[in-house]
């Protein structure tokens, strides 16, 4: 399917401290965790900008933040601001809101724990030609989920599912494959970066696949040299 048939929702929550990656805040600071989160935010924009995807950044607000006073100068548009804790309401809301402008394109939804996993498998989505019946899921070894490509007729919503829990990919696939109308297609199993222990795998993934020039490789080698992980 050709690119500008397909829509990358990045979904992500806002890289405020004790808002986003709480686990890793426990253990480094607050304030390291929302850097890290700015990193691997600016790493997929440039990633799927570079790539030529069109994409719409979605940003998880705490309901005491206002979009209007959130500071948006190093967040580039499109950015589409939500209070929606629940990652299957964020998802159905970008979904809905975006099908007016984009009505037969098919919709990519990635998170920003998994970098490695979305950068060296999405190609493998976007060739794929039987996109208009497929669905796509990239599965973690915890059993969440860090791709889901879903076609312009998926109706089904995302509510009922454990966001948030081990049990993402399993309901998930569950879903789909009860509902007997698309093709599942699994992309290879990734890890995710949810822990301060998941640091250092993530540093060698990384370099073991040449993304060694990210924001987020940059900083999280260098946490690692200082002896923060």
């Not at 939500?82 to 402008?101: K, P």
């Not at 796509?136 to 076609?151: A, E, N, R």
């Not at 399993?170 to 879903?175: D, S």
Request: net charge negative; charged share 20%; proline share 5%.
């Amino acid at each position: 399917m050709p690119k500008e048939n397909i829509l990358i929702h990045i979904m992500a929550k806002a890289p405020i401290a004790k808002w986003c990656n709480t686990r890793i805040g426990v253990t480094l600071g607050h304030e390291h965790s929302a850097t890290l989160q700015k990193c691997l935010i600016d790493d997929l924009i440039r990633f799927v900008d570079n790539a030529s995807y069109q994409y719409i950044l979605h940003i998880g607000l705490p309901r005491s933040q206002d979009a209007k006073t959130f500071s948006t100068e190093e967040i580039p548009d499109p950015v589409d601001y939500n209070h929606m804790i629940d990652l299957g309401q964020a998802m159905a809301s970008a979904l809905s809101t975006s099908r007016t402008s984009y009505p037969s394109t098919y919709h990519v939804f990635i998170g920003v724990d998994s970098p490695v996993g979305v950068m060296i498998n999405l190609e493998k989505v976007a060739i794929d030609r039987d996109l208009d019946e497929t669905v796509w899921i990239g599965p973690t070894y915890d059993g969440g989920i860090y791709l889901l490509g879903v076609p312009p007729s998926w109706q089904n919503p995302f509510e009922d599912i454990a966001w948030g829990t081990a049990n993402v990919y399993a309901q998930l696939t569950h879903r789909v494959k009860q509902l007997g109308v698309y093709k599942v297609k699994i992309l290879e199993k990734q890890s995710d970066l949810d822990e301060s222990e998941d640091i250092p795998a993530t540093i060698r993934s990384m370099n073991t696949h040449k993304l060694n020039e990210l924001k987020s490789f940059l900083l999280l080698s260098q946490w690692n040299t200082l002896g923060l992980v």
